[in-house]
């Protein structure tokens, strides 16, 4: 049997489509945020444009598997929105990136360019620069394996973070209040672990901006109705943070046995001078640690500081372009310049 691609129209509802989404991933080693639960919800939640899903066969086995929003014929793009860390792209690591997007953008008939935004080095090494194929920085992300004990993870952490953390607690301790922190990991506390979160951060300096989750804000919706998907497989993990027996901060996250990943924190802007995010976190590893099933804890946010002050590791997340030939790839890059406003490099009469 030959190597194909298949393309169908998506619909997100369909089991079928689902499992053999599930299949593929699970087979790949891909990510929690790469699974069905995740960008199947993203697809259903936010996205307004029909998608196709396209189903790569080697020998009549599914090997890859993507959705690619064909709005725009000319100019194909592999499904993103900005909750989403990764592309919708997920394939055998066996496969070769290049040739298998190659051939996509070859079956998308009138396609001149595929993009693939947001591809995880873990999963698809970078591939070289050519005539067909470029590629462009997207971040770097940290991570953090949880491997032997928290006290020896700990006492390996900076100074000035061990300090002020003991500092802060010792000040909780004096002023009569208890902290604690509280997992919630079934399918009926998901839409209120959401809720509260939305409360929490539309009460801080993302509401300014309109970044904050909020009762009417799409992205809500989103989270929950991914959450509880996820807890129907027992891999949604709410991490919520009290003062005595007030919410001063949460994280949105998924596990597994393999992997934890932190899709979104918040925190009470008021509680100062502590540093609520950064008690939790403490706490959540050190039981993360205590689990002993070597978790690798993924932050997939832009690296910045305060996260070197929880782990030393990173790596890279990147864009594609895939173009159908060397010409196509010309074309393009001349329109574009043509395209751009005078005094940004475009040609003047």
């Given at each position: 049997m030959h190597?194909?691609?298949?393309?169908y129209?998506f619909?997100h509802?369909?089991p079928?489509?689902?499992?053999l989404?599930?299949a593929?991933?699970?087979n790949?080693?891909?990510?929690?945020?790469?699974?069905?639960?995740?960008?199947?919800s993203c697809a259903a939640s936010?996205h307004?444009?029909?998608l196709?899903?396209?189903?790569f066969e080697?020998g009549g086995?599914?090997?890859?598997?993507?959705l690619?929003?064909t709005?725009?014929p000319?100019?194909?793009?592999?499904?993103?929105e900005?909750q989403?860390?990764?592309?919708a792209w997920?394939?055998?690591p066996?496969?070769?990136f290049?040739?298998l997007?190659?051939?996509?953008?070859?079956?998308l008939?009138?396609s001149?360019?595929?993009?693939?935004?947001?591809?995880?080095?873990r999963?698809?090494?970078r591939p070289?620069?050519?005539?067909w194929l470029?590629t462009?920085?997207?971040?770097t992300t940290?991570w953090?394996?949880?491997?032997g004990?928290?006290?020896d993870?700990?006492?390996a952490?900076?100074k000035?973070l061990?300090?002020n953390l003991?500092k802060?607690?010792?000040?909780?301790v004096?002023?009569?209040?208890?902290?604690?922190?509280?997992?919630?990991?079934?399918?009926?506390?998901?839409a209120?672990?959401v809720?509260?979160y939305a409360?929490?951060e539309?009460?801080?300096?993302?509401?300014?901006?309109?970044?904050?989750?909020?009762?009417t804000?799409?992205?809500?919706?989103?989270?929950a109705?991914?959450?509880?998907?996820?807890?129907?497989?027992?891999e949604s993990?709410?991490y919520?943070?009290?003062?005595?027996?007030r919410?001063?901060?949460?994280?949105?996250?998924?596990?597994?046995?393999r992997?934890?990943?932190?899709?979104?924190t918040?925190?009470d802007?008021?509680?100062t001078?502590?540093?609520?995010?950064a008690?939790?976190?403490q706490?959540?590893?050190?039981?993360?640690?205590?689990?002993g099933?070597?978790?690798?804890v993924?932050?997939?946010?832009p690296l910045?500081?305060?996260?070197?002050?929880?782990?030393?590791?990173?790596?890279?997340v990147?864009?594609?372009?895939?173009?159908?030939?060397?010409v196509?790839?010309m074309a393009?890059?001349q329109?574009?310049r043509?395209?751009r406003?005078t005094?940004?490099?475009?040609?003047?009469?």
């Amino acid at each position: 049997m030959h190597s194909r691609w298949r393309l169908y129209p998506f619909v997100h509802d369909d089991p079928s489509q689902a499992q053999l989404w599930r299949a593929v991933a699970a087979n790949a080693g891909a990510s929690l945020v790469q699974m069905p639960e995740f960008v199947f919800s993203c697809a259903a939640s936010l996205h307004r444009r029909p998608l196709k899903l396209a189903v790569f066969e080697d020998g009549g086995q599914p090997m890859a598997v993507a959705l690619v929003d064909t709005s725009r014929p000319l100019l194909p793009a592999v499904f993103i929105e900005d909750q989403m860390p990764l592309g919708a792209w997920v394939q055998h690591p066996s496969l070769d990136f290049p040739a298998l997007a190659a051939q996509l953008t070859a079956r998308l008939s009138v396609s001149l360019q595929l993009g693939v935004s947001q591809l995880d080095a873990r999963f698809v090494s970078r591939p070289a620069d050519g005539d067909w194929l470029s590629t462009l920085d997207y971040m770097t992300t940290p991570w953090l394996q949880v491997e032997g004990s928290f006290d020896d993870y700990w006492q390996a952490r900076g100074k000035n973070l061990r300090a002020n953390l003991r500092k802060q607690r010792d000040r909780l301790v004096a002023q009569g209040v208890s902290p604690r922190l509280e997992v919630l990991t079934a399918h009926h506390d998901m839409a209120r672990a959401v809720a509260d979160y939305a409360a929490l951060e539309s009460a801080g300096w993302k509401a300014q901006g309109g970044t904050a989750l909020s009762d009417t804000h799409p992205q809500t919706a989103f989270y929950a109705l991914m959450l509880q998907a996820f807890a129907g497989r027992q891999e949604s993990r709410v991490y919520r943070y009290f003062f005595d027996d007030r919410l001063v901060a949460t994280e949105l996250c998924l596990c597994d046995d393999r992997e934890l990943v932190i899709l979104k924190t918040t925190y009470d802007e008021t509680v100062t001078p502590y540093s609520p995010a950064a008690l939790l976190r403490q706490e959540m590893l050190a039981a993360l640690f205590g689990e002993g099933k070597g978790h690798r804890v993924e932050f997939y946010g832009p690296l910045k500081e305060w996260h070197t002050r929880w782990t030393p590791l990173s790596r890279q997340v990147y864009h594609a372009n895939v173009f159908r030939n060397p010409v196509c790839r010309m074309a393009l890059s001349q329109l574009r310049r043509w395209s751009r406003p005078t005094g940004e490099g475009a040609p003047t009469a």
